[in-house]
């Protein structure tokens, strides 16, 4: 029996390599040509099943599907040919137009640990992690040879660059995130310069710290600073205390002055004012000026002292004012101090 008579599907050599789920057009296409070459033979059918394999070989090569994470790159004869969105599309076939596909959406991402030294001269450690994307697939695949290299590089001369422009206690400091920036836009700057298809989507840095060697140092300088930083804060909170009050009292002492000058101004005004009246009195009458005057002054010293009135015909009798105690007392201690500078040799 021929091995391509019916009866027995054992027999047929393709049954036992045809895969399972495979595409049942073509397989039924090859049966039909397989039927024809077992009956007729000869160079005919051969070339019946090159030209049926060729042309199955050209409808499958002459279409692409870009996926919509991607972008897909046509090089027609090795040479670029223009980039294909996501979508289905038709090219020619291979090898005459070959796609590469690039995802140009996937985030991805390199760490890297570096050491350097700072615009002061100290030595920091840095934990560095770039993400990036795909901005330009045809560059991508053809602008540079070691993507992976060049960024890698391009990141480190980056963060050197920032970090070896700023002093230990900025990196160290808040203010860090500002350096991240520098650093991202940096990177950015010389990857453009490169033509190399990335987008930088972040940086950052972990692990920003002093090598081990001479971390027991810097911890006493960290520490000396909080203490500078405390005693400033509470020298500060003293002045906002103190200051306020010695401006109160300022403020009072020189309206006190400014009342007390008004004050002996206006008084001076006046008795300069009550002078020039008596003055003008004076010259109209001075006899009579002169005895008011005399009268007004014998009226203020006898108004504190008190009188006593003599019935006895004439005697004369001065009356003195009793002397204070504070004043009998100063005025013993002096005579007695006079009379020890006499007693010395």
């Known amino acids: 029996m021929a091995w391509n008579e019916p009866g027995s599907g054992q027999r047929d050599p393709w049954s036992s390599k045809r895969p399972s789920g495979g595409n049942h057009g073509i397989d039924d296409v090859l049966k039909r040509l397989r039927a024809r070459l077992g009956r007729h033979g000869g160079p005919g059918g051969i070339v019946t099943i090159v030209l049926a394999l060729l042309l199955a070989w050209l409808l499958l090569s002459s279409y692409t599907v870009i996926d919509a994470r991607q972008a897909g790159v046509v090089l027609r004869f090795g040479q670029y040919a223009r980039t294909l969105p996501p979508g289905f599309h038709f090219k020619l076939p291979q090898p005459i137009e070959t796609v590469t596909k690039v995802e140009t959406t996937r985030v991805r991402s390199l760490s890297d640990s570096v050491r350097m030294l700072t615009r002061d001269e100290n030595i920091i450690s840095i934990d560095f992690t770039v993400q990036y994307q795909v901005s330009d697939a045809r560059a991508y695949l053809f602008a540079v040879d070691d993507v992976e290299g060049t960024i890698a590089a391009a990141a480190e001369a980056a963060v050197r660059s920032v970090i070896g422009h700023s002093d230990m206690d900025l ?70 205390k103190v200051v306020p009050v010695a401006r109160g009292d300022a403020a009072r002492i020189a309206a006190e002055a400014a009342g007390y000058k008004a004050e002996r101004i206006a008084r001076a005004q006046g008795d300069a004012e009550r002078f020039s009246l008596l003055l003008k009195e004076y010259k109209a009458a001075p006899e009579v000026t002169r ?55």
């Open 291 to 345: 005895k008011r005057l005399w009268l007004e002054t014998m009226e203020q010293v006898m108004a504190g002292n008190r009188k006593v009135i003599d019935g006895s015909g004439g005697r004369t009798i001065i009356n003195l004012p009793p002397v204070p105690a504070a004043a009998t007392t100063a005025a013993a201690a002096t005579s007695d101090a006079d009379a020890d500078k006499e007693n010395q040799p």
């Open 171 to 240: 990196i160290l400091s808040g203010e860090g995130a500002a350096l991240v920036d520098e650093a991202g836009r940096t990177l950015q700057k010389t990857l453009d310069a490169y033509h190399c298809g990335l987008q930088v989507t972040a940086v950052s840095f972990q692990n920003v710290a002093p090598p081990a060697e001479v971390k027991d140092a810097f911890d006493d300088v960290n520490k000396a600073r909080e203490d500078k930083q405390s005693i400033e804060n509470g020298a500060l909170a003293y002045a906002n």
